[in-house]
């Protein structure tokens, strides 16, 4: 059991900053279409700007995906489904503890200032757990949402520090 691999994706909200991200591009987007009377540049211009929103758009619908294997969990961001990018890796082989957030276990430990990686879906009724574990030598936190399959392999390699 300590050597499975478990994978999970987990959906995410845009932030509420979104919104108003959205409104303003496409503000610049209609603004643009004056520009375009210009010859030569107005074109260039509004076609810029009409191709940098939809990147922007595209930016803001993405997934975590979780992968977990040999005691290491790797964070991947997926953009539109498209584009994967590595966030990060942590080494659960070290952990100090896995609990719910805002358990008495878990405020028992962020009394401290660690740095902390937030790879949740930022919707409202999500289960989040915080993690404790070892980061390039320092110790971190690690916010995520992980399901039954992946909290049973967790608890399997640290049964006293993984609370359900």
């Known amino acids: 059991m300590g050597d499975n691999l478990v994978e999970q994706i987990v959906q995410c909200r845009p932030p509420k900053s979104a919104n108003i991200m959205k409104a303003l591009m496409i503000v610049l987007c209609v603004v643009s279409l004056i520009f375009i009377l210009i010859p030569y540049v ?9 191709v940098v ?14 992968i977990y294997l040999s005691g290491e969990l790797d964070v991947d961001k997926i953009i539109a489904r498209a584009k994967r990018k590595r ?9 100090e503890l ?3 957030q805002g358990s008495q276990e878990d405020l028992r430990l962020s009394h401290n200032r660690y740095r902390t990686y937030d790879y949740t879906s930022n919707m409202p009724d999500a289960k989040v757990y915080a993690a404790y574990t070892m980061k390039d030598n320092e110790m971190v936190k690690l916010l995520f949402e ?5 909290l ?3 608890q399997y390699i640290a049964p006293r520090k993984v609370i359900l």
């Open 152 to 154: 049973k392999e967790l």
């Open 42 to 50: 107005g074109a260039f211009l509004t076609a810029i700007v009409i």
């Open 98 to 100: 896995v609990a719910p």
């Open 53 to 66: 929103t939809v990147f922007v758009f595209r930016g803001f619908h993405y997934e975590y995906e979780y």
């Open 146 to 150: 992980p399901n039954e399959k992946l």
């Open 87 to 95: 966030m990060a890796s942590f080494d659960f082989n070290r952990v």
